[in-house]
């Protein structure tokens, strides 16, 4: 495969099709963050777009007059992307995976599968696709398979890959209800955690790997482990209501957790967990990565005094309910209810929020004394279809 190059606005591909300026009708199948949470891709009824989010602008769109793309995966900011067509009139069929080279406008691989593609992960040398009941991890420089892995039923897709280019972790579900796999690809090593009695709705990794946050299907909850051991290391609760959690978030600096959920709040929780030597894991040098990641993890996550507000009860924990010495979220900021947002966090104490209705988000919030956060951006990126489709009320 040809040194992927950064991704630059072009012509609308394929070259045959008409350039769709237009956007009514359009609808917005899906959107996801890039690997730093720089730029985020939409998938739409008519193609897919790019935008960057500091500042917000749209970088690069491939827009046809039919042909919707129900995954968009980025890598990075290069000119490859992994495509999987979705909506009622997909550009390619659900069951394949097509990695696409902008820079060559067409296709350079392709993957079939008996079954929906549930969701697609990218790294530098790895390809991971989710289907319902299994997981499997291509070889990026050759697109040949390296393992196929058995999961419990998985119609969201859950999986997620760490970023550092010296640390390949892998998570994804387990064989059993609520329990996640965690693979350590350099050390050859794999870890069963059983996180929630629920089954789960959603997770996601630090950029290195040490660190998993999870959420069932109850949506209460969100818990933090470490993947090199299983120890579970922080429970926050996010309310007492049953929630679909769209998506949690860890920040690069490892001080923050995020969640979004179908109540209408994104709520900012302290973590109390650290990496010892945490400001030097950025900069692991690959040759060394299987030992300083063994090394970093014996030193691993020393508790921190969190901000997260408790119970005034919480002094009586043993005696009363777990509810009553919860900690609570430190930070929130209200979006519209029964909507799904994705979050993510930028620089300096900022929080990215992307709307399937086609909407964008930037606030911030105060490190020190928490609440409500301050919106300090709102950008309508596409304009979305919301009206009755033919024959419905």
Not at 41 to 50: E, P, V, Y
Not at 156 to 177: D, F, K, M
Not at 194 to 205: E, G, I, K
Not at 334 to 351: D, I, L, W
Request: proline share 5%; glycine share 8%; hydrophobic share 35%.
């Amino acid at each position: 495969m040809s040194e992927p190059l950064l991704l630059q606005p072009s012509v609308p591909y394929p070259p045959s099709e008409l350039d769709v300026n237009d956007n009514d009708g359009m609808e917005l199948l899906s959107a996801s963050w890039n690997q730093d949470y720089g730029c985020f891709a939409a998938g739409t009824s008519r193609g897919f777009r790019i935008y960057n989010c500091d500042p917000f602008k749209e970088i690069f769109r491939r827009d046809l007059k039919s042909g919707g793309f129900g995954i968009v995966e980025m890598l990075f900011r290069c000119n490859i992307l992994a495509l999987v067509g979705g909506g009622s009139n997909p550009q390619y069929p659900p069951n394949k995976v097509m990695i696409w080279d902008d820079h060559q406008s067409r296709c350079i691989g392709e993957f079939s599968f008996r079954s929906d593609v549930r969701a697609v992960k990218l790294r530098r040398e790895h390809i991971v696709v989710a289907l319902e009941h299994k997981i499997y991890v291509y070889d990026f420089t050759d697109l040949k398979l390296l393992h196929q892995i058995e999961t419990f039923s998985n119609p969201r897709g859950l999986c997620c890959l760490s970023h550092h280019s010296n640390t390949s972790v892998l998570a994804c579900l387990g064989l059993q209800r609520g329990q996640v796999r965690i693979d350590h690809f350099g050390l050859k090593m794999s870890k069963l955690i059983d996180a929630h009695d629920s089954s789960l709705a959603c997770f996601t990794l630090t950029m290195d790997g040490l660190l998993l946050a999870t959420a069932s299907t109850k949506g209460t909850l969100v818990r933090i482990f470490n993947t090199m051991d299983g120890t579970r290391l922080q429970e926050v609760r996010r309310g007492v209501d049953r929630a679909e959690i769209y998506s949690i978030a860890l920040s690069p600096n490892v001080q923050w957790l995020a969640v979004s959920s179908d109540k209408g709040t994104v709520h900012i929780f302290s973590l109390r967990v650290r990496v010892v030597g945490e400001e030097s894991s950025n900069h692991y040098s690959t040759a060394q990565s299987p030992t300083v990641h063994q090394n970093f993890s014996n030193n691993l996550l020393s508790p921190n005094t969190g901000g997260n507000p408790g119970s005034s009860l919480s002094f009586m924990k043993g005696m009363l309910p777990k509810y009553f010495s919860s900690e609570w979220s430190f930070a929130q900021f209200f979006v519209p209810e029964n909507n799904r947002f994705v979050a993510a966090f930028g620089s300096q104490n900022s929080v990215m929020i992307v709307g399937m209705d086609g909407s964008f988000y930037r606030c911030t919030f105060d490190p020190l004394n928490g609440g409500e956060m301050s919106q300090q951006e709102y950008i309508r990126f596409l304009k979305i279809d919301n009206r009755p489709k033919s024959g419905t009320t």
